[in-house]
């Protein structure tokens, strides 16, 4: 079956603008989530669903950044007035759902380059 | 405060010779652990997982790794490297709360022809 995806596959973007990344879960994933994986820090998680809902934003590295998720399907991860340091790669993830043991089956990324 | 540690930033190894990848974890509970590689411009693939069942793992080709809970490890383990594997490897700890997902900062790992 088809996997996750995620749109676009690369992005160049010039410092100051706005970008939207957007992810398509597994159908039937009630659970979403988005990570960024930069050469400065590794692989770091930025936030998750269950459903529509985020519990904890907390991962968001800034308030620049926002995610939203609608119909319990596909989710978008906006950065406002995007920094070089916004360079990165951003990854999807879905499951079942939002449990501990629960597998995460990943999407290829979009790699966001501020020039 | 809960941290993931993969004791090696690149691992190099000859071509049918074994394979061994260490992670440490801390935290006070009882984590799930899972094994993830990423080849060269390709997305995460889950490798295996542990879930409180047996504490030896067995996952995708020919990985496999074991639970040790005395020693707080999760280290990832092949009999024989294939070319193939080459890739970067990443330990993940997960706890009952989905938000707490934490990433090891990988190793990378080059097989020798």
């Known amino acids: 079956g088809a996997g996750v995806s995620q749109s676009p596959s690369n992005k160049v973007t010039e410092k100051g603008k706005d970008v939207e990344l957007r992810c398509d879960p597994i159908?039937?994933?009630?659970?979403l989530y988005w990570y960024r994986q930069s050469l400065g820090q590794g692989l770091e998680f930025l936030i998750y669903?269950?459903?529509?809902?985020?519990?904890?934003k907390s991962g968001l590295p800034s308030d620049r950044f926002s995610a939203e998720r609608t119909g319990g399907s596909v989710s978008t991860l906006t950065i406002q007035r995007t920094q070089q340091e916004d360079s990165a790669v951003y990854l999807c993830?879905?499951?079942?759902?939002?449990?501990?043991?629960?597998?995460?089956?990943f999407g290829p990324g979009t790699r966001l380059l501020v020039l | 405060a809960q941290s993931v540690t993969q004791l090696d930033s690149h691992v190099s190894v000859s071509e049918g010779t074994p394979v061994l990848l260490r992670c440490n974890y801390s935290?006070?509970?009882?984590?799930?652990l899972f094994w993830y590689v990423q080849h060269p411009n390709k997305g995460l693939q889950l490798l295996l997982k542990?879930?409180?069942?047996?504490?030896l793992v067995k996952g995708i080709n020919g990985f496999e790794a074991e639970f040790k809970k005395s020693e707080t490890s999760f280290h990832l383990t092949k009999p024989s490297a294939h070319m193939s594997d080459a890739a970067e490897y990443f330990c993940?700890?997960?706890?009952?709360?989905?938000?707490?997902?934490?990433f090891g900062s990988g190793t990378r790992l080059s097989i020798r022809p």
């Open positions: 993830a879905s499951s079942l759902r939002a449990a501990g043991q629960e597998t995460q089956y």
């Open positions: 159908s039937g994933h009630t659970a």
């Open positions: 669903f269950q459903g529509n809902s985020a519990p904890d």
């Open positions: 935290s006070s509970y009882s984590p799930s």
């Open positions: 542990y879930t409180s069942a047996a504490t």
């Open positions: 993940v700890v997960m706890w009952s709360s989905a938000s707490k997902i934490i």
